[in-house]
């Protein structure tokens, strides 16, 4: 009975062989089969849905488009920017607002690399201080350290080397531009952060959408109301109405035109989704000063205004 038993299974077997017919993972040719992403998992380019803290912040709005929602935009990121931070707070609570796993780093802007600590002088290589990503020299005079210039949704920690190589570089696309690194501590090249050439800069294409992001809010918070169809530039003391101005978008982005800088800025913004650092950032920086940076939160804003021959 045992030998018959034992004939029977080895005839299955062998059958199974034959007609390929498998039930253990890995026993096609020692590989595990494929298996299907689960529709349920969050992939980098879907952005998940806002927390309802966030949506609400939004909730007053009627415009959808146009020189109508650029306006409407202005006047709220202003009237909700009930705190304006200083420049030594946006050194103090980059911990919180630009943390890095393990809580004693910070995320450098401009390679996502970490960095321990901060310096204040220009001269200690793989240490970070403050990048205004919109420079003080292209501000027109607005901002130097507060107002626009101590903005946390705009101030960014950038390693002290690639810092002072980008200067007051304007963005831009460059051909056979120079790689500019981050640096360690001891001086050596650590990660490549954009390239250079004539004066331009061009950061990595999965930061482009971050810097497009903060020029979009830099130009809708900071210039004045009657400049992007606004109401109200928040509160009205001489001291906040000192942070508004005439921006332009030429003035922070190489090209020939304010309509091509606006090109440029959308093409950025849609090639580079919103990514974790920034929905995290946005979050920190909304417990501190109470305004959101809405092409985080709403990045196709940014071409419901502009795209398309919208807003002028």
Not at 33 to 62: C, G, I, R
Request: net charge negative.
């Amino acid at each position: 009975m045992r030998k018959r038993f034992q004939t029977i299974l080895s005839w299955l077997l062998g059958a199974m062989l034959l007609f390929g017919v498998c039930t253990f993972a890995g026993c096609n040719k020692g590989e595990t089969p494929a298996v299907e992403p689960s529709s349920e998992t969050p992939s980098d380019d879907k952005k998940p849905a806002l927390p309802s803290d966030a949506e609400k912040y939004y909730s007053s709005l009627t415009a959808t488009s146009g020189n109508a929602l650029l306006g409407a935009l202005h006047d709220l990121i202003t009237t909700t920017h009930t705190h304006y931070s200083s420049y030594s707070e946006c050194r103090d609570k980059a911990p919180i607002t630009d943390y890095a796993q393990g809580g004693k780093s910070i995320v450098e802007f401009y390679t996502h690399e970490t960095i321990v600590e901060y310096t204040q002088t220009g001269s200690d290589a793989g240490r970070w201080n403050r990048e205004h990503v919109w420079p003080k020299a292209l501000s027109g005079g607005l901002w130097g350290t507060d107002g626009g210039g101590a903005d946390m949704h705009h101030i960014r920690p950038s390693e002290v080397k690639m810092n002072s190589v980008r200067a007051d570089s304007k963005y831009g696309e460059v051909t056979g531009g120079s790689p500019i690194y981050s640096k360690t501590t001891s001086g050596a090249n650590s990660k490549i952060g954009g390239y250079q050439k004539g004066g331009v800069f061009e950061p990595l294409d999965e930061v482009k959408g971050d810097v497009a992001r903060i020029v979009f809010y830099v130009y809708t918070h900071y210039n004045t109301y009657a400049n992007v169809h606004g109401t109200t530039n928040g509160a009205t003391n001489g001291q906040t109405e000192s942070y508004f101005g005439t921006l332009h978008f030429t003035d922070v982005i190489s090209a020939s035109s304010e309509a091509a800088a606006i090109e440029l800025l959308l093409q950025w913004n849609s090639d580079d989704p919103v990514d974790s650092i920034e929905t995290k950032r946005n979050a920190e920086v909304y417990k501190i000063q109470r305004n959101r940076n809405p092409f985080i939160d709403h990045p196709e804003y940014a071409n419901a205004i502009w795209g398309d021959g919208g807003a002028a």
